[in-house]
């Protein structure tokens, strides 16, 4: 018997895999080739987040390469289809502990149809969501009333929100603290500040997702690359420019009041079990809507989507 390591996927090439154990090391390794064909609707066995048992191969000589032998079962993961073949997909990430959306008010200006899009993917992948607003320094007092005012409507829901300034390296002690001990989706427009922040908490990282970005950029990034990026030790970020905005494509055949935590609590109570609410009397989600305990900007995300969702059917 060999011996049996475990260890997390920190970057994913599709051919070969880079490996971290609990240890600290690091591990080039490949699968053992009979996971190849296990899964046939994805067109990757493994994705940066998972956790795997790795054995390291006795004939290896100054890098350290190993094979992966198991993949523990996933918390959640990240899906969207394949570019390449419209029958599969492709698992971007594994395991997120969050998706932290970076929104700024203005340049650029982050649209609530944005955020709740955002929200309503993570509600469908399960995994916890937080909205951080940067650039804090550009907003006037009508501002940050209006921020105040979203943090009201989001923070009740369950999504955390930050208000801070990379710039003016105000907020960024909570935001290091928001990501510690955890593997974080860093999502949000170009120009929001993620490199800057990224920077402003760890060089490294910043760095190196700054390297990436610029790459996806000029277009030539593929999305088999994903990669995650260490903050300190036990706290990760992922940046993968393929990953920047969360679509609502592959997610669960859930009804979409399903993913919107203020109707969620309200389901089952309308007249009919099948209500869309959009027009149905008694409908328990139009009368909060109007009593004011649904805030109108979520209705009006929710009709957008339901529309949208729709025409694509
Ligand atoms: N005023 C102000 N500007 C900021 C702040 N944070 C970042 N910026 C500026 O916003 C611009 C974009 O920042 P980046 O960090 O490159 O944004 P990004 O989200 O990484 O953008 P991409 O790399 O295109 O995805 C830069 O000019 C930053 O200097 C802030 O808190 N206040
Ligand atoms: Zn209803």
Redesign the pocket.
Same mark, same amino acid.
């Given at each position: 018997m060999s011996e049996q390591l475990r260890g997390r996927v920190i970057k994913s090439t599709g051919l070969w895999y880079e490996v971290e154990d609990e240890g600290g090391r690091r591990w080039t390794a490949r699968l053992r080739g009979k996971f190849k064909v296990k899964e046939l609707k994805v067109t990757n066995p493994l994705a940066v987040g998972d956790w795997v048992q790795l054995e390291p191969l006795a004939e290896a000589g100054g890098e350290e390469q190993a094979v992966i032998t198991e993949i523990e079962p996933r918390q959640n993961y990240l899906i969207r289809r394949s570019i390449h073949n419209k029958y599969k997909s492709h698992i971007l990430a594994a395991n997120l502990d969050q998706a932290v959306l970076?929104a700024?008010l203005a340049?650029p200006r982050t649209s609530l149809g944005f955020i709740d899009r955002f929200l309503v993917s993570a509600e469908a992948y399960r995994i916890p969501a937080c909205i951080v607003f940067?650039? @804090? &320094? $550009?907003l006037k007092e009508k501002g940050k009333g209006y921020v105040q005012e979203l943090m009201d409507i989001y923070e009740p829901l369950g999504y955390p929100c930050l208000v801070? !300034? %990379? @710039? /003016?390296t /105000?907020g960024l002690q909570a935001f290091g603290q928001l990501l510690e001990g955890k593997l974080s989706l860093l999502s *949000?427009? #170009? *120009?929001? *500040? @993620? !490199?800057? $922040? $990224?920077?402003a908490i760890s060089p490294e990282a910043g760095q190196k997702? %700054?390297e990436i #970005? #610029?790459f996806a950029?000029k277009g030539t990034h593929t999305t088999t690359f994903a990669e995650m990026f260490k903050v300190r030790e036990g706290t990760w970020v992922i &940046?993968t420019?393929g990953i @920047?905005e969360l679509g609502l494509a592959d997610m669960d055949e859930d009804p979409l009041d399903h993913y919107f935590p203020e109707m969620r609590s309200l389901l089952g109570e309308c007249r009919f079990h099948n209500c869309s609410h959009t027009h149905e009397p008694g409908c328990a989600v139009l009368d909060a809507v109007e009593a004011g305990q649904i805030a109108p900007s979520r209705y009006t995300s929710y009709l957008g989507m339901l529309e949208e969702d729709e025409t694509h059917r």
């Open positions: 970076i700024t340049q940067n650039k @804090k &320094d $550009l801070i !300034s %990379a @710039k /003016e /105000e *949000g427009h #170009s *120009g929001v *500040g @993620k !490199s800057t $922040l $990224l920077n997702t %700054a #970005s #610029s950029n &940046d420019p @920047k």
